[in-house]
Protein backbone atom coordinates (compact mmCIF):
# COMPACT_ATOMS: atom_id res chain seq x y z
CA UNK A 1 0.00 0.00 0.00
CA UNK A 2 1.19 3.45 -0.66
CA UNK A 3 2.62 5.46 2.02
CA UNK A 4 4.27 8.18 0.76
CA UNK A 5 2.54 11.28 1.71
CA UNK A 6 2.07 14.00 4.46
CA UNK A 7 0.07 13.51 7.40
CA UNK A 8 -1.67 16.76 8.53
CA UNK A 9 -2.97 17.39 11.36
CA UNK A 10 -4.36 21.57 11.52
CA UNK A 11 -5.29 22.43 15.15
CA UNK A 12 -7.62 24.45 14.23
CA UNK A 13 -10.30 25.31 10.98
CA UNK A 14 -7.71 27.98 10.51
CA UNK A 15 -4.53 26.28 9.90
CA UNK A 16 -6.85 23.87 8.20
CA UNK A 17 -7.61 26.69 5.71
CA UNK A 18 -3.95 27.63 5.44
CA UNK A 19 -3.22 23.77 4.43
CA UNK A 20 -5.80 23.36 2.10
CA UNK A 21 -4.85 26.61 0.29
CA UNK A 22 -1.41 25.90 0.02
CA UNK A 23 -1.35 22.54 -1.36
CA UNK A 24 -4.75 22.96 -3.28
CA UNK A 25 -5.10 20.29 -5.85
CA UNK A 26 -2.84 18.20 -4.31
CA UNK A 27 -4.26 17.28 -0.04
CA UNK A 28 -7.44 15.36 0.53
CA UNK A 29 -8.93 16.00 3.72
CA UNK A 30 -10.23 12.93 5.58
CA UNK A 31 -12.78 13.13 8.44
CA UNK A 32 -13.76 9.21 9.55
CA UNK A 33 -10.86 8.19 6.35
CA UNK A 34 -13.18 4.90 5.63
CA UNK A 35 -13.01 5.10 1.99
CA UNK A 36 -9.28 6.36 2.53
CA UNK A 37 -7.46 2.76 2.81
CA UNK A 38 -9.73 0.75 1.14
CA UNK A 39 -9.40 2.69 -2.44
CA UNK A 40 -5.55 2.56 -1.95
CA UNK A 41 -5.96 -1.55 -1.51
CA UNK A 42 -7.35 -1.45 -4.59
CA UNK A 43 -4.67 1.00 -6.34
CA UNK A 44 -6.29 4.21 -5.94
CA UNK A 45 -3.60 7.17 -6.52
CA UNK A 46 -3.23 8.40 -2.92
CA UNK A 47 -2.72 12.32 -2.77
CA UNK A 48 0.74 14.27 -1.87
CA UNK A 49 -0.81 15.29 1.68
CA UNK A 50 -3.54 13.73 3.53
CA UNK A 51 -5.25 16.86 5.88
CA UNK A 52 -6.79 14.98 8.64
CA UNK A 53 -9.54 17.17 10.23
CA UNK A 54 -10.59 15.51 13.43
CA UNK A 55 -9.44 18.24 15.29
CA UNK A 56 -9.54 21.25 13.41
CA UNK A 57 -11.78 22.98 15.51
CA UNK A 58 -15.85 22.00 16.39
CA UNK A 59 -17.06 20.56 13.40
CA UNK A 60 -18.72 17.59 14.88
CA UNK A 61 -21.98 18.79 16.44
CA UNK A 62 -25.87 18.61 15.75
CA UNK A 63 -28.81 20.60 17.22
CA UNK A 64 -32.07 22.04 15.95
CA UNK A 65 -31.84 25.56 15.90
CA UNK A 66 -34.97 27.68 15.60
CA UNK A 67 -35.51 27.90 12.30
CA UNK A 68 -33.51 24.73 10.96
CA UNK A 69 -31.25 21.85 11.70
CA UNK A 70 -27.49 22.03 12.05
CA UNK A 71 -25.26 19.54 11.41
CA UNK A 72 -21.22 19.69 11.65
CA UNK A 73 -19.69 17.73 8.93
CA UNK A 74 -17.71 16.03 11.34
CA UNK A 75 -21.21 14.48 12.99
CA UNK A 76 -20.55 10.69 12.42
CA UNK A 77 -23.47 8.75 10.59
CA UNK A 78 -24.56 6.40 13.33
CA UNK A 79 -24.63 9.60 16.10
CA UNK A 80 -27.89 11.19 13.06
CA UNK A 81 -29.05 7.55 12.69
CA UNK A 82 -29.56 7.76 16.52
CA UNK A 83 -31.16 11.12 16.97
CA UNK A 84 -35.01 10.78 17.75
CA UNK A 85 -35.17 14.46 16.16
CA UNK A 86 -33.85 13.69 13.20
CA UNK A 87 -35.69 10.41 12.88
CA UNK A 88 -39.21 12.48 13.85
CA UNK A 89 -38.79 15.74 11.47
CA UNK A 90 -36.22 14.47 9.13
CA UNK A 91 -37.21 10.81 8.65
CA UNK A 92 -34.86 10.52 5.08
CA UNK A 93 -31.97 11.26 6.37
CA UNK A 94 -32.05 9.17 9.69
CA UNK A 95 -32.86 6.35 7.53
CA UNK A 96 -30.54 6.91 4.88
CA UNK A 97 -27.61 7.38 7.83
CA UNK A 98 -29.06 3.94 9.05
CA UNK A 99 -28.70 2.22 6.03
CA UNK A 100 -25.08 2.66 5.05
CA UNK A 101 -22.89 -0.06 5.70
CA UNK A 102 -22.80 -2.08 9.33
CA UNK A 103 -22.64 0.08 12.40
CA UNK A 104 -18.34 -0.08 12.74
CA UNK A 105 -18.18 2.07 9.58
CA UNK A 106 -21.16 4.22 10.53
CA UNK A 107 -19.13 5.05 13.69
CA UNK A 108 -16.22 6.32 11.72
CA UNK A 109 -18.30 7.50 8.65
CA UNK A 110 -19.11 11.37 8.38
CA UNK A 111 -21.87 12.96 7.18
CA UNK A 112 -18.98 15.63 5.17
CA UNK A 113 -17.30 12.79 3.75
CA UNK A 114 -20.55 11.05 2.66
CA UNK A 115 -21.64 14.17 0.78
CA UNK A 116 -18.39 15.89 -0.33
CA UNK A 117 -16.79 12.67 -1.16
CA UNK A 118 -15.42 11.75 -4.69
CA UNK A 119 -17.50 9.85 -6.36
CA UNK A 120 -19.30 7.94 -5.93
CA UNK A 121 -21.57 10.01 -3.39
CA UNK A 122 -22.42 8.46 -0.38
CA UNK A 123 -26.38 7.66 0.04
CA UNK A 124 -26.99 11.11 2.03
CA UNK A 125 -26.04 13.10 -0.31
CA UNK A 126 -29.30 12.30 -2.60
CA UNK A 127 -31.65 13.08 0.47
CA UNK A 128 -29.72 16.13 1.72
CA UNK A 129 -30.89 17.54 -2.25
CA UNK A 130 -34.22 16.38 -1.80
CA UNK A 131 -34.42 18.21 1.74
CA UNK A 132 -33.15 21.54 -0.41
CA UNK A 133 -30.32 21.62 2.26
CA UNK A 134 -27.38 24.09 2.19
CA UNK A 135 -23.71 23.78 3.07
CA UNK A 136 -21.77 26.18 4.48
CA UNK A 137 -17.81 26.21 2.97
CA UNK A 138 -14.70 28.32 4.25
CA UNK A 139 -11.64 28.95 2.66
CA UNK A 140 -8.64 31.73 4.20
CA UNK A 141 -10.97 34.57 2.44
CA UNK A 142 -14.36 33.49 2.47
CA UNK A 143 -17.04 31.83 3.54
CA UNK A 144 -20.20 31.02 1.67
CA UNK A 145 -23.65 29.03 1.34
CA UNK A 146 -24.04 26.65 -1.52
CA UNK A 147 -27.43 25.15 -2.04
CA UNK A 148 -27.02 21.54 -2.31
CA UNK A 149 -29.41 21.86 -5.67
CA UNK A 150 -26.28 24.25 -7.28
CA UNK A 151 -22.79 21.77 -5.30
CA UNK A 152 -22.34 19.00 -8.42
CA UNK A 153 -23.15 20.27 -11.67
CA UNK A 154 -24.04 17.75 -14.85
CA UNK A 155 -20.41 16.95 -15.49
CA UNK A 156 -20.07 16.27 -12.39
CA UNK A 157 -18.03 18.84 -10.81
CA UNK A 158 -18.22 20.03 -7.55
CA UNK A 159 -18.90 24.08 -6.70
CA UNK A 160 -16.93 23.34 -3.68
CA UNK A 161 -12.97 24.55 -4.82
CA UNK A 162 -9.95 22.59 -3.28
CA UNK A 163 -9.22 25.13 -0.80
CA UNK A 164 -12.51 25.28 0.98
CA UNK A 165 -13.83 23.20 4.05
CA UNK A 166 -17.34 22.85 4.43
CA UNK A 167 -18.13 23.72 7.84
CA UNK A 168 -21.84 23.47 8.41
CA UNK A 169 -25.00 21.89 6.98
CA UNK A 170 -28.65 23.06 7.20
CA UNK A 171 -32.12 22.07 6.37
CA UNK A 172 -35.46 22.85 7.91
CA UNK A 173 -37.57 20.56 9.73
CA UNK A 174 -40.63 19.01 8.65
CA UNK A 175 -43.74 20.39 9.80
CA UNK A 176 -47.27 18.32 10.27
CA UNK A 177 -47.52 18.63 6.85
CA UNK A 178 -44.26 17.57 4.97
CA UNK A 179 -42.96 14.22 5.50
CA UNK A 180 -39.73 13.01 4.09
CA UNK A 181 -38.58 9.48 3.04
CA UNK A 182 -35.55 7.87 1.52
CA UNK A 183 -35.47 4.12 -0.83
CA UNK A 184 -32.39 2.12 -1.35
CA UNK A 185 -32.33 -1.10 -3.91
CA UNK A 186 -29.17 -3.32 -3.70
CA UNK A 187 -26.67 -2.29 -1.38
CA UNK A 188 -23.45 -0.71 -1.63
CA UNK A 189 -20.07 -1.77 -0.81
CA UNK A 190 -16.94 -0.11 0.13
CA UNK A 191 -16.04 1.30 -3.29
CA UNK A 192 -19.12 0.26 -5.23
CA UNK A 193 -22.65 2.02 -4.73
CA UNK A 194 -25.74 0.90 -4.24
CA UNK A 195 -27.37 0.81 -7.76
CA UNK A 196 -30.40 2.75 -7.10
CA UNK A 197 -30.96 5.33 -4.28
CA UNK A 198 -34.23 7.85 -3.96
CA UNK A 199 -35.08 10.39 -1.62
CA UNK A 200 -38.77 12.31 -1.53
CA UNK A 201 -39.66 15.49 0.72
CA UNK A 202 -43.58 15.84 0.49
CA UNK A 203 -45.56 19.15 1.39
CA UNK A 204 -49.18 19.15 1.46
CA UNK A 205 -52.30 21.98 2.07
CA UNK A 206 -53.71 21.63 5.20
CA UNK A 207 -56.52 19.50 4.43
CA UNK A 208 -54.19 16.88 3.30
CA UNK A 209 -55.44 16.90 -0.84
CA UNK A 210 -53.21 19.38 -2.63
CA UNK A 211 -49.73 19.11 -3.30
CA UNK A 212 -47.89 22.20 -2.40
CA UNK A 213 -44.30 21.28 -2.71
CA UNK A 214 -42.70 17.96 -3.77
CA UNK A 215 -38.78 17.09 -4.17
CA UNK A 216 -37.69 14.11 -5.60
CA UNK A 217 -34.07 12.91 -6.14
CA UNK A 218 -32.04 10.17 -7.12
CA UNK A 219 -29.13 8.93 -7.53
CA UNK A 220 -28.13 5.56 -10.06
CA UNK A 221 -25.32 3.50 -10.60
CA UNK A 222 -23.27 5.78 -8.60
CA UNK A 223 -24.10 8.74 -10.73
CA UNK A 224 -24.47 12.33 -9.23
CA UNK A 225 -27.30 13.14 -7.29
CA UNK A 226 -30.08 14.47 -9.17
CA UNK A 227 -33.66 16.60 -9.00
CA UNK A 228 -36.48 14.80 -10.48
CA UNK A 229 -37.83 18.02 -12.05
CA UNK A 230 -40.28 17.35 -14.50
CA UNK A 231 -41.91 15.19 -11.98
CA UNK A 232 -41.77 17.69 -9.08
CA UNK A 233 -43.40 19.89 -11.85
CA UNK A 234 -46.81 17.38 -12.68
CA UNK A 235 -46.81 17.12 -8.73
CA UNK A 236 -47.06 20.73 -8.03
CA UNK A 237 -50.70 22.07 -6.79
CA UNK A 238 -52.27 19.14 -8.14
CA UNK A 239 -55.24 17.02 -5.90
CA UNK A 240 -53.46 14.00 -4.79
CA UNK A 241 -55.08 11.51 -6.99
CA UNK A 242 -53.94 7.82 -7.58
CA UNK A 243 -53.72 8.66 -11.08
CA UNK A 244 -51.19 11.53 -10.50
CA UNK A 245 -48.60 9.58 -7.93
CA UNK A 246 -48.65 7.04 -10.71
CA UNK A 247 -48.42 10.06 -13.23
CA UNK A 248 -45.33 11.55 -11.41
CA UNK A 249 -43.68 7.74 -10.44
CA UNK A 250 -43.42 7.42 -14.25
CA UNK A 251 -42.21 10.99 -15.62
CA UNK A 252 -39.38 10.35 -12.89
CA UNK A 253 -38.12 6.88 -13.77
CA UNK A 254 -38.38 8.29 -17.29
CA UNK A 255 -36.14 11.58 -16.59
CA UNK A 256 -34.21 8.85 -13.84
CA UNK A 257 -33.56 5.88 -15.91
CA UNK A 258 -33.90 7.17 -19.62
CA UNK A 259 -34.07 4.81 -22.66
CA UNK A 260 -30.91 3.88 -24.48
CA UNK A 261 -28.65 4.28 -21.09
CA UNK A 262 -27.43 1.76 -18.54
CA UNK A 263 -29.72 3.12 -15.79
CA UNK A 264 -32.81 1.44 -18.29
CA UNK A 265 -32.93 -1.57 -16.24
CA UNK A 266 -34.07 0.00 -13.15
CA UNK A 267 -36.97 2.01 -14.97
CA UNK A 268 -39.40 -0.64 -13.43
CA UNK A 269 -38.05 -0.63 -9.82
CA UNK A 270 -38.05 2.96 -9.89
CA UNK A 271 -41.76 3.27 -10.66
CA UNK A 272 -42.71 1.02 -7.86
CA UNK A 273 -40.65 2.13 -5.59
CA UNK A 274 -41.32 5.99 -6.12
CA UNK A 275 -45.10 5.06 -5.94
CA UNK A 276 -44.80 3.48 -3.11
CA UNK A 277 -43.09 6.40 -1.47
CA UNK A 278 -45.28 8.72 -2.22
CA UNK A 279 -47.93 7.19 -1.09
CA UNK A 280 -46.58 6.18 2.19
CA UNK A 281 -45.57 9.71 2.36
CA UNK A 282 -49.28 10.89 1.46
CA UNK A 283 -50.63 8.35 4.02
CA UNK A 284 -48.12 9.82 7.20
CA UNK A 285 -48.99 13.46 6.66
CA UNK A 286 -52.61 12.65 6.40
CA UNK A 287 -52.59 10.37 9.52
CA UNK A 288 -50.92 13.30 11.04
CA UNK A 289 -53.37 16.37 10.28
CA UNK A 290 -56.29 14.08 10.67
CA UNK A 291 -57.73 13.86 7.05
CA UNK B 1 10.53 7.22 2.37
CA UNK B 2 7.48 8.05 4.37
CA UNK B 3 8.05 9.91 7.09
CA UNK B 4 7.97 8.12 10.63
CA UNK B 5 5.53 9.33 13.44
CA UNK B 6 5.14 8.59 17.40
CA UNK B 7 2.02 6.64 18.10
CA UNK B 8 0.86 6.61 21.80
CA UNK B 9 -2.23 4.38 22.29
CA UNK B 10 -3.68 2.79 25.26
CA UNK B 11 -4.32 -1.12 24.15
CA UNK B 12 -6.26 -3.26 26.29
CA UNK B 13 -4.98 -1.09 29.23
CA UNK B 14 -1.53 -1.15 28.86
CA UNK B 15 0.02 1.95 27.24
CA UNK B 16 1.46 1.50 23.76
CA UNK B 17 4.31 3.51 21.96
CA UNK B 18 5.17 2.64 18.28
CA UNK B 19 6.70 4.33 15.49
CA UNK B 20 4.61 4.39 12.34
CA UNK B 21 4.18 5.73 8.89
CA UNK B 22 1.09 7.15 7.45
CA UNK B 23 -0.46 4.14 5.79
CA UNK B 24 0.04 1.99 8.68
CA UNK B 25 -3.73 0.77 9.72
CA UNK B 26 -4.63 0.73 13.02
CA UNK B 27 -5.04 -3.44 12.54
CA UNK B 28 -1.20 -3.44 12.08
CA UNK B 29 -0.84 -1.92 15.26
CA UNK B 30 -3.05 -3.91 17.43
CA UNK B 31 -1.55 -7.40 15.57
CA UNK B 32 1.83 -6.21 16.13
CA UNK B 33 0.84 -5.43 20.05
CA UNK B 34 -1.51 -7.39 21.49
CA UNK B 35 -1.73 -11.19 22.17
CA UNK B 36 -3.07 -12.41 18.84
CA UNK B 37 -2.66 -10.97 15.49
CA UNK B 38 -6.01 -9.37 14.28
CA UNK B 39 -8.02 -11.55 12.13
CA UNK B 40 -7.80 -9.95 8.61
CA UNK B 41 -9.80 -11.05 5.47
CA UNK B 42 -11.51 -8.67 3.49
CA UNK B 43 -9.15 -5.60 3.52
CA UNK B 44 -12.47 -3.39 3.27
CA UNK B 45 -14.44 -3.21 6.34
CA UNK B 46 -16.74 -5.74 5.44
CA UNK B 47 -16.05 -8.99 7.25
CA UNK B 48 -16.06 -7.46 10.18
CA UNK B 49 -13.46 -9.83 11.70
CA UNK B 50 -11.04 -6.82 12.68
CA UNK B 51 -13.24 -5.25 15.12
CA UNK B 52 -11.83 -3.17 17.95
CA UNK B 53 -13.67 -0.57 20.27
CA UNK B 54 -12.38 2.52 19.75
CA UNK B 55 -12.90 5.09 22.50
CA UNK B 56 -16.41 2.75 23.42
CA UNK B 57 -16.92 2.77 19.74
CA UNK B 58 -17.02 -0.26 17.16
CA UNK B 59 -14.28 -0.25 14.35
CA UNK B 60 -12.92 -1.78 12.09
CA UNK B 61 -9.43 -1.36 12.54
CA UNK B 62 -8.42 -2.88 8.86
CA UNK B 63 -9.67 0.35 7.28
CA UNK B 64 -7.99 3.17 9.60
CA UNK B 65 -5.22 4.73 9.56
CA UNK B 66 -3.23 4.05 12.68
CA UNK B 67 -2.72 7.97 13.30
CA UNK B 68 -6.24 8.73 13.47
CA UNK B 69 -6.20 6.58 16.91
CA UNK B 70 -3.16 8.35 18.30
CA UNK B 71 -4.06 9.21 21.75
CA UNK B 72 -6.96 6.92 21.80
CA UNK B 73 -8.45 3.99 23.70
CA UNK B 74 -8.43 0.76 21.95
CA UNK B 75 -10.07 -2.51 23.15
CA UNK B 76 -10.05 -5.56 21.90
CA UNK B 77 -12.09 -8.88 22.32
CA UNK B 78 -9.39 -10.18 24.93
CA UNK B 79 -9.33 -6.48 26.58
CA UNK B 80 -12.80 -6.24 27.26
CA UNK B 81 -13.53 -6.23 31.38
CA UNK B 82 -13.59 -9.40 33.21
CA UNK B 83 -16.99 -8.63 34.77
CA UNK B 84 -19.65 -7.76 32.25
CA UNK B 85 -21.66 -9.54 29.57
CA UNK B 86 -18.41 -9.23 26.86
CA UNK B 87 -16.45 -10.95 29.41
CA UNK B 88 -19.61 -13.96 29.74
CA UNK B 89 -19.50 -14.37 26.15
CA UNK B 90 -15.54 -14.41 26.27
CA UNK B 91 -16.15 -17.11 28.38
CA UNK B 92 -19.27 -19.27 26.55
CA UNK B 93 -16.66 -18.78 23.07
CA UNK B 94 -14.22 -20.14 24.93
CA UNK B 95 -15.94 -23.27 26.14
CA UNK B 96 -17.23 -24.39 22.94
CA UNK B 97 -16.07 -25.87 19.47
CA UNK B 98 -15.61 -22.70 17.26
CA UNK B 99 -14.58 -23.72 13.97
CA UNK B 100 -11.82 -21.40 12.98
CA UNK B 101 -12.77 -19.29 16.19
CA UNK B 102 -11.38 -15.44 13.76
CA UNK B 103 -15.12 -14.01 14.60
CA UNK B 104 -14.89 -14.60 18.58
CA UNK B 105 -13.18 -11.21 19.07
CA UNK B 106 -15.75 -9.23 17.21
CA UNK B 107 -18.42 -11.43 18.99
CA UNK B 108 -17.04 -10.33 22.62
CA UNK B 109 -16.96 -7.21 21.68
CA UNK B 110 -20.33 -6.90 19.85
CA UNK B 111 -21.79 -8.22 23.08
CA UNK B 112 -20.61 -6.06 25.16
CA UNK B 113 -21.25 -3.27 23.14
CA UNK B 114 -24.87 -4.56 22.67
CA UNK B 115 -25.31 -4.64 26.79
CA UNK B 116 -23.36 -1.35 26.88
CA UNK B 117 -26.02 0.78 24.58
CA UNK B 118 -28.80 -1.46 26.29
CA UNK B 119 -30.15 -2.57 22.92
CA UNK B 120 -33.43 -4.16 22.57
CA UNK B 121 -33.49 -8.08 21.53
CA UNK B 122 -33.48 -7.45 18.07
CA UNK B 123 -31.32 -4.77 17.41
CA UNK B 124 -28.90 -6.92 19.15
CA UNK B 125 -29.36 -9.40 16.69
CA UNK B 126 -29.17 -7.61 13.99
CA UNK B 127 -25.65 -6.28 15.37
CA UNK B 128 -24.41 -9.57 16.25
CA UNK B 129 -25.34 -11.15 12.75
CA UNK B 130 -24.10 -7.52 10.73
CA UNK B 131 -21.25 -9.12 9.09
CA UNK B 132 -21.70 -12.95 7.67
CA UNK B 133 -19.64 -15.84 10.05
CA UNK B 134 -19.13 -18.28 7.75
CA UNK B 135 -18.64 -21.09 10.69
CA UNK B 136 -21.50 -21.43 12.07
CA UNK B 137 -20.07 -19.93 15.86
CA UNK B 138 -22.42 -16.58 15.95
CA UNK B 139 -25.55 -19.24 15.51
CA UNK B 140 -24.28 -21.28 18.25
CA UNK B 141 -23.67 -18.69 20.61
CA UNK B 142 -26.28 -15.90 19.93
CA UNK B 143 -28.96 -17.60 22.09
CA UNK B 144 -26.81 -17.50 24.68
CA UNK B 145 -26.37 -13.30 24.17
CA UNK B 146 -30.23 -13.15 24.24
CA UNK B 147 -30.41 -14.94 27.11
CA UNK B 148 -28.08 -12.64 29.08
CA UNK B 149 -29.16 -9.58 27.65
CA UNK B 150 -32.65 -10.36 28.41
CA UNK B 151 -31.62 -11.08 32.47
CA UNK B 152 -30.07 -7.55 32.01
CA UNK B 153 -32.79 -5.84 30.42
CA UNK B 154 -35.16 -7.46 33.70
CA UNK B 155 -32.54 -6.18 36.34
CA UNK B 156 -31.74 -2.94 35.20
CA UNK B 157 -35.85 -2.20 34.39
CA UNK B 158 -36.13 -3.56 38.37
CA UNK B 159 -33.76 -1.21 39.69
CA UNK B 160 -35.66 1.69 37.47
CA UNK B 161 -38.57 0.30 39.49
CA UNK B 162 -36.94 0.90 42.78
CA UNK B 163 -35.23 4.05 42.28
CA UNK B 164 -38.79 5.18 41.06
CA UNK B 165 -40.36 4.22 44.04
CA UNK B 166 -37.44 5.87 46.23
CA UNK B 167 -38.59 9.04 44.22
CA UNK B 168 -41.69 8.55 45.00
CA UNK B 169 -41.16 7.86 48.73
CA UNK B 170 -39.19 11.32 49.05
CA UNK B 171 -41.56 13.83 47.09
CA UNK B 172 -42.82 16.58 49.27
CA UNK B 173 -46.67 17.28 49.22
CA UNK B 174 -48.47 19.85 48.83
CA UNK B 175 -51.85 20.15 50.87
CA UNK B 176 -53.86 23.48 49.63
CA UNK B 177 -50.36 26.15 49.48
CA UNK B 178 -49.02 24.61 52.51
CA UNK B 179 -45.74 22.05 51.84
CA UNK B 180 -45.62 19.21 54.00
CA UNK B 181 -42.50 16.52 53.86
CA UNK B 182 -44.84 13.53 54.55
CA UNK B 183 -43.83 10.99 53.13
CA UNK B 184 -45.92 8.91 50.18
CA UNK B 185 -47.98 6.40 51.28
CA UNK B 186 -46.26 2.79 50.30
CA UNK B 187 -47.52 1.52 46.90
CA UNK B 188 -48.95 -1.82 47.11
CA UNK B 189 -47.51 -4.26 44.66
CA UNK B 190 -50.42 -4.23 42.45
CA UNK B 191 -50.02 -0.58 41.86
CA UNK B 192 -46.19 -0.38 41.12
CA UNK B 193 -46.41 -3.23 39.26
CA UNK B 194 -43.63 -5.13 40.63
CA UNK B 195 -43.73 -9.17 41.87
CA UNK B 196 -41.72 -10.97 43.87
CA UNK B 197 -40.19 -12.46 40.35
CA UNK B 198 -39.17 -9.59 39.64
CA UNK B 199 -37.01 -8.45 43.42
CA UNK B 200 -35.19 -11.80 42.71
CA UNK B 201 -33.66 -10.43 39.43
CA UNK B 202 -32.70 -7.29 40.66
CA UNK B 203 -30.77 -9.69 42.85
CA UNK B 204 -29.73 -11.93 40.51
CA UNK B 205 -28.89 -10.31 37.45
CA UNK B 206 -26.70 -7.24 36.81
CA UNK B 207 -27.59 -3.95 37.73
CA UNK B 208 -26.74 -0.55 35.90
CA UNK B 209 -23.21 -0.56 37.34
CA UNK B 210 -22.32 -3.43 35.74
CA UNK B 211 -23.52 -1.18 32.48
CA UNK B 212 -21.03 1.25 33.32
CA UNK B 213 -18.34 -1.58 34.01
CA UNK B 214 -18.79 -2.60 30.35
CA UNK B 215 -18.24 0.92 29.27
CA UNK B 216 -14.79 -0.24 30.50
CA UNK B 217 -14.59 -0.62 26.25
CA UNK B 218 -14.58 2.77 26.04
Redesign the interface.
Known amino acids: MAGDYLFLTPSDLAEACRLLKDRAGHTLPIAGGTRLVTEWRLGGTPPSFVLDLADAGDLRYRYRGSKRFHLGPLIELSDLAGWPELASDARALSQAAASVAPLAVRNRATLGGNVLQRPPVGDTGVVLLALDARIRVKSTKSERDLSLDRLWDDAGRSAITPDEIAVDVAFNPADKKTDSGFVKIGSRTAVRPAPVLLAARLTLSPSGQISQDLRLSRQIDGGWPRRGLRAEKIAAGKRIRPDVVDEVAEAFASESCPERTPAFVHRERVVTETRALLEDLISRIRVRIGA | ?3 E ?1 LLRLRLDGERVTSRV ?5 LSDVVSERSARPVPEEC ?4 C ?1 RC ?1 VS ?1 EG ?4 A ?4 A ?2 ADGANVVTGDGVPERGIGARMRRVLASGENPCGKCASSLVLKAADGARRRLTAEDARA ?1 FF ?2 PCGCGTAERVWPELAALLEARRLANAAVERVKAKKGKKKRKFHHGGTESTEEAPEPTKEEDGETEQDGETEQDGKTEQDDEEESGTE
Open positions: MPKHTPATTDDGSGLLNLVHCILLLQLEN
